[in-house]
């Protein structure tokens, strides 16, 4: 089973069995940004919690994602640098961007639950 957090930043981190978490931008995000047409996609190592590892440019803006805990990153989604659209097609499946092991798990139980992520774009509508 996995399990799904939010960030402020509207990315959302599916924990998943093995202890991964793979990272993507919300419905929201992309709605936002609108058509993106660029990702930079980071390479694997170690990164702190809030280094820039991805670029997106969209036709409205241009946005960076952050690490959003300390961990090692181990894979990226290398699709989105032929096909970005994916992110706006699909932002919670082929849309991720990477996958990473945090150095304490135990964090992302304070990140938001999906009620919390909808009670946060309530509040700030």
């Known amino acids: 089973m996995t399990i799904l957090r939010f960030t402020p930043e509207h990315e959302w981190l ?3 069995a093995n ?3 793979t ?3 919300t419905s929201f995000a992309q709605e936002a940004l609108g058509d993106v047409v660029f990702v930079q996609l980071p390479d694997t ?3 702190e919690q809030g280094a820039e590892v991805a670029v997106l440019e969209s036709v409205k803006a241009a946005s960076t994602i952050a690490m959003p805990l300390t ?3 181990l894979e990226v989604n290398q699709a989105l640098a032929d096909s970005p659209e994916r992110v706006n097609e699909a932002p919670m499946n082929d849309g991720w961007f990477f996958r990473f092991r945090p150095d304490n798990p135990e964090v992302l139980n304070d990140l ?3 009620a ?3 009670a946060f774009l309530a509040a700030n509508a």
């Open 14 to 16: 599916r924990i998943e």
């Open 23 to 25: 990272v993507g931008i």
């Open 45 to 47: 190592g170690r990164y």
């Open 19 to 21: 202890g991964e978490v």
């Open 112 to 114: 938001m639950d999906q």
């Open 116 to 118: 919390g992520y909808d």
């Open 71 to 73: 961990g090692e990153l």
